[in-house]
């Protein structure tokens, strides 16, 4: 069988460079190793409030940064999850699989929740609907971090469940997990990670910050007293996250890093690194500012729904025959 592939990046805030590490340069790696499919789920960014305007705004960030980073839109179908209807459709169809227990049981649901006065069922139900965006398109192989593990594990629970009632309708999928930079830290805070509801701004570094802005953030971030530019996490976390960031944005492996800084000290180090992510991000905000209000990013997103559509639609029509579901 064809190796497929899928991902997407929800809509619910500006890209940090940790959505480049996790996410983006592993799509560019792997329209490479099969067929892929390129999404935006903004129906999971529904579940909970959103300003309809800065989703429609964020919906076409998302999908100029496909672009912008590389991914190739005639190779791939780049699209919006909520353009093909599939999507909502076998997204009922896995809730009537999935058991209110193992709901329950999804560590997002408790976070988000947490301290909140009203909560939408659609928060509590959008692992199913997750499931069906992957069990749509016979998907293979699925990029996680370390935030999304349990969710697919739980989409492998329903396609083989299905599978054991129906018969065999859904290919059960693999996580591919990354080995360096699966979950990029603030540049603050070595304990949590990088995201823009910090209210320091110097702890994240956005896609779109301009490079002086860049080398500031840089020049502020956490090291230790040790001043040796060595990777171990548990003695040295704050070097050991900005390691990981020069191994990505530089392409050079962890050893590599070290041997380069020997002796040097953090302040040639974190010098170079705001470079090297400087130089990574110029072509990729020069690509994006092209596309983004652009005709072309408009035609990008309805081919990339129709193709979706055709490999979507027979999926959803195979499941409703197996379950019983008169089918035309």
């Known amino acids: 069988m064809t190796k497929r592939l899928l991902s997407g990046i929800k809509p619910s805030g500006d890209l940090n460079i ?10 560019v790696q792997m329209q490479n190793e099969g067929e892929c499919y390129f999404f ?33 839109p005639v190779k791939n179908a780049i699209f919006m999850q ?17 058991h209110f227990g193992e709901l329950s049981r999804m560590t997002q649901f408790k976070d988000k929740s947490d301290g909140k006065d009203t909560v939408s069922s659609a928060l509590f139900t959008y692992p199913a609907l997750m499931a069906s965006d992957i069990l749509l398109y016979q998907t293979t192989h699925v990029p ?10 739980l989409t492998r629970d329903l396609a083989t469940r299905f599978n054991n009632r129906f018969g065999e309708v859904f290919t059960v999928p693999e996580p591919i997990i990354q080995d360096v930079g699966a979950r ?22 956005l896609l779109l910050d301009e490079p002086s802005v860049i080398r500031k953030k840089f020049s502020r971030a956490v090291t ?33 890093v070290e041997k380069r800084f020997e002796g040097q000290g953090y302040g040639a180090f974190k010098k170079e690194l705001a470079e090297v992510v400087v130089a990574k991000l110029e072509p990729i905000q ?43």
């Open 224 to 256: 230790d007293s040790d001043m040796s530019v060595r990777y171990d996490w548990d003695a040295k976390p704050a070097v050991s996250n900005l390691i990981e960031i020069f191994s990505v944005f530089g392409d050079l492996s962890i050893a590599d």
């Open 184 to 205: 990029v830290m603030g540049l603050d805070d070595p304990s949590s990670k990088m995201s823009k509801s910090n209210p320091n701004k110097s702890s994240y570094v």
């Open 144 to 153: 996680v971090g370390d935030d999304q593990k349990q969710h697919l594990e």
């Open 286 to 328: 020069q690509r994006y500012n092209e596309i983004i209000h652009s005709e072309e990013l408009d035609n990008i997103l309805k081919d990339g729904a129709r193709r979706a559509a055709e490999t979507a639609d027979k999926t959803l029509r195979a499941a409703k025959e197996a379950m019983g579901l008169l089918v035309f």
């Open 82 to 98: 909520s353009h093909v209807s599939a999507h909502a459709e076998l997204g009922w169809i896995m809730e009537t699989q999935a």
């Open 40 to 72: 935006v789920p903004d129906l999971h960014a529904i579940t909970v409030p959103q300003d309809p305007k800065e989703l429609r705004e964020r919906s076409r960030q998302i999908a100029a940064f496909y672009i912008a980073a590389g991914v190739d």
């Open 18 to 27: 940790g959505g480049y590490i996790g996410a983006l340069r592993q799509y």
